[in-house]
């Protein structure tokens, strides 16, 4: 937001469902809409001159970022990058050149250079990747929709097994952090778990990676979709992708599984208490047990306060619905956790034992925070989930 002049003032809303650059006549009030549809401006700034707005949005797909240009006085946008994937543009200090952070599906991100112009070719800067990545053909995931049982699209990242296992399971990764964008044509910030997906798909499973509801890059209705109730349409949308790898891909109902990381562990553990008959094995990774017990900054966004809506935080904690647990669960957590704490991992435990569940086990990690640093502890950690998936999900 800023002032294109005197009386002209410039900012992005998402008044109309979707994030959009207004320009309002401060003396007269008169407002007008420069950009519109069903995407999303991500960046935005003013040209030197003051005469352009230059911006970042996924118009050709909600997984393709590309960097446009557009009058103050509005027009149609001008694609600028031209390259299929996310692009990440610095401008130079004269405007002339853009610095593109360019990345796709399986190839991680690199620096390009090229002229501030549409259609000018892009040249490649750095060359970042290991001949021992290169050794592998990294799958480029397909990126499909559904509709959910509310009739909303959602986008997912699918891996499909060239040689599927006879008992056809399916594995759900559930990415974190709630408010992300995981189903791109870039490359992932989960790329550990892009690459243990790579390993699934080789040893027979489907993979489906979902962007459920209150992701990222989806409009204002999508992002607020979870409001008091967490484990709501998040999870229901985990479900629904699961019925369509049964119907369509022919996926055993019998023989599905899914693991995630902070919000993903938080999910995975909702699934396995209240969706046991969907999902036969989890695998939660520094999980929230307890919203009450999460950061203030976070929480009360979604499900406002614990003693102003007592009802938002029960039913959005999986805490409070561990008797439905049937299938097989692993737990995973740092005991140096600083985010989750691990005393939340303990709480759940606690309870599991005083309700006689008996199909879980606990992997403590005793130096690890919320982001393990420890190639041994990844690797660990992955070990298990796999052995998980193999021991419950082949029989």
Known sequence: AGFIDATHFYYQSEASGYSHIYVVDVESGTKKQLTSGKWEVQTLQLSKDKKIFYFTANIDHPGITHFYSIPVSGGTPVKITGMKGGNEVTLSPDEKWLAIRYSYSNRPWE?????????????????????????????????????????????????????????????VFVHGAGYLQNVTYSW??????????????????????????????????????????MGGKDLTDQVDG??????????????????GGSYGGFITLMAMFNEPDVFSAGGAIRSVTDWAHYNHEYTSNILNEPYTDEQAYRKSSPIYFANGLKGNLLMLHGMLDQNVNYQDIVRLTQKLIELHKENWELASYPIEDHAFEQPSSWADEYKRIYKLFDNTLKK
């Open 111 to 171: 620096l390009y250079i090229q002229a501030n112009k549409p259609g000018a070719k892009a040249v490649q800067v750095t060359h970042s990747v290991s001949a021992e990545y290169l050794s592998y053909p990294w799958r480029d995931p397909q990126i499909i929709s559904f509709k959910n049982r509310y009739g909303t699209d959602v986008y997912a990242r699918l891996y499909q097994p060239a040689n599927p296992d006879p008992a056809k399971p399916a594995v």
């Open 188 to 229: 992932s910030y989960y790329f550990r778990e892009y690459m243990f997906n790579n390993l699934l798909a080789d040893n027979g499973y489907t993979v489906l990676d979902i962007d459920y509801t209150a992701s990222a890059g989806y409009g204002r209705d999508f992002r607020t979709g979870i409001y008091r109730h």
């Open 242 to 259: 699961v019925k369509l790898l049964v119907d369509k891909y022919g996926v055993n109902p019998k023989h599905v599984g899914l693991y």
